[in-house]
C-alpha cells in the first residue's frame, strides 16, 4: 500500500529564516500533490497544488516542488514568522482522493 | 469565499447511542463531499466519500452499518455514528470539493470531536 512520510519530529526554526518541509512517498503515482496548514483542533487549509508535470510552484512566501522520479516533495515557507507556526501536511492526489501524511509541527521563534 | 461549517464541534455521548454530525458548505455548492478521521498526530484517514443523491462510497474497513452518510443536498452531508462505541472516539473532519481530478482542493470544516463514555 501506499507510503508518505513527512518528518515526524518538529522543525524549530528562527523567525526570517526559511523554513523547508520533506514529503517522501512510496507505492503511489499521484496525479498531484497538495499542501495544507493545520492548526490545533482545526480543519486542514488548502495552500498550494502542484501537478505531476510541474517541477515547482510559488504562491507568495511559499514555494513546493514536485520530483516524481525522487517521489518527494519539498515545501519552502520563506522569511518564516512565528503565525507560520503550525502542522503542514502533503496529500497525493489521483481521481478525487487524497490520500495525507501525519504531517510536520513547524514552530517558527521570534 | 469556500467555507465549510461543522457542527457539532464537540460531544460526548453515552455508549449505544448515535450521534450525528452536519457539514455544510455556506458558499458554494460541493460537487462532493469527505469524511475523515484523525487520531492524535496521525494523518486523516479518509471514510468515505459522498456525492450528492446517491449512496456514499466507503473505504476499506469502514462500516457503512456503522457510519450512516446522507448526502442530501450540495450543501449538506451528515455523518451518524450509530451505537457509539468507546472505540469510536475520534476527531471527525469533513471536506466539501467542487472539482474533480487535480481540481479536487478540498475546504475542510473545524471538525468535531467525540467522547463515547
Known amino acids: 500500500s501506499q507510503k508518505i512520510e513527512q518528518n515526524s519530529e518538529a522543525l524549530n526554526i528562527q523567525e526570517g529564516k526559511t523554513a523547508t518541509l520533506t514529503c517522501n512517498y512510496t507505492?503511489?503515482?499521484?496525479?498531484?500533490l497538495q499542501w495544507y496548514r493545520q492548526d490545533p483542533g482545526r480543519g486542514p487549509v488548502f495552500l498550494l497544488l502542484?501537478?505531476?508535470?510541474?517541477k515547482e510552484k510559488r504562491k507568495e512566501r511559499l514555494k513546493v516542488t514536485f520530483d516524481t522520479t525522487l517521489k518527494q516533495s519539498l515545501f519552502h515557507i520563506t522569511a518564516s514568522q512565528p503565525a507560520d507556526s503550525a502542522t503542514y501536511l502533503c496529500?497525493?492526489?489521483?481521481?478525487?482522493?487524497?490520500?495525507f501524511g501525519a504531517g510536520t509541527i513547524l514552530r517558527v521563534k521570534s | 469565499g469556500a467555507v465549510v461549517s461543522q457542527h457539532p464541534s464537540w460531544v460526548i455521548c453515552k455508549s449505544g447511542t448515535s450521534v450525528k454530525i452536519e457539514c455544510r458548505s455556506l458558499d458554494f455548492q460541493a460537487t462532493t463531499m469527505f469524511w475523515y478521521r484523525q487520531f492524535p498526530k496521525q494523518s486523516l484517514m479518509l471514510m468515505a466519500t459522498s456525492n450528492e443523491g446517491s449512496k456514499a462510497t466507503y473505504e476499506q474497513g469502514v462500516e457503512k452499518d456503522k457510519f450512516l452518510i446522507n448526502h442530501a443536498s450540495l450543501t449538506l452531508s451528515t455523518l451518524t455514528v450509530t451505537s457509539a462505541h468507546p472505540e469510536d472516539s475520534s476527531f471527525y473532519i469533513c471536506?466539501?470539493?467542487?472539482?474533480?481530478?487535480?481540481?479536487?482542493?478540498?475546504?475542510f470544516g473545524a471538525g468535531t470531536r467525540l467522547s463515547v463514555l
Open positions: 502542484i501537478r505531476e508535470n510541474e
Open positions: 507505492n503511489y503515482s499521484p496525479a498531484y
Open positions: 471536506s466539501a470539493s467542487t472539482g474533480v481530478g487535480a481540481k479536487n482542493i478540498q475546504y
Open positions: 496529500a497525493l492526489g489521483k481521481g478525487n482522493k487524497l490520500v
